[in-house]
């Protein structure tokens, strides 16, 4: 069962910045495309960034494109660094892990999540 630690949630003002870590732990995450999901409050859960195993593929949704950069350690840790943050993107982030060997576009685009993580919230206000 893979183990998660979220963090780097928190308040921002529009236009500001904030940086989101995941670090999972019980699975050999190399083998593993890990993504960014949000759900804001009265919304469905939505895929926002998503990265290969290896780190070598991205994807980012349109909501995000150009403002939100995934990357990733060569051990078990995820970023999502978000930029030029708006009142829009007030949301309890998740860590998300797919399946075995899978493709970032199986967790971004077909939602295959194997493993959730427990969410950080981000409020962007002014």
């Known amino acids: 069962q893979a183990h998660f630690v979220e963090s780097g949630g928190g308040s921002v003002q529009p236009g500001g910045s904030l940086r989101l870590s995941c670090t999972v732990s019980n699975l050999d995450l190399k083998n593993y495309a890990v993504g960014w999901f949000r759900r804001a409050p009265e919304g469905e859960r939505e895929a926002l960034s998503c990265?290969?195993?290896?780190?070598?593929?991205t994807y980012h949704t349109d909501s995000v494109k150009g403002r939100f950069t995934i990357s990733r350690d060569t051990e078990n840790m995820v970023y999502l660094q978000m930029d030029r943050m708006t009142s829009d993107d007030t949301a309890t982030y998740f860590c998300?892990?797919?399946?075995?060997?899978?493709?970032?576009?199986?967790?971004?685009?077909?939602?295959?999540?194997?493993?959730w993580g427990q969410g950080t919230q981000v409020t962007v206000s002014s």
């Open positions: 990265i290969s195993g290896r780190g070598d593929n």
């Open positions: 998300a892990v797919g399946p075995r060997f899978g493709y970032e576009s199986d967790l971004c685009v077909s939602y295959h999540v194997n493993y």
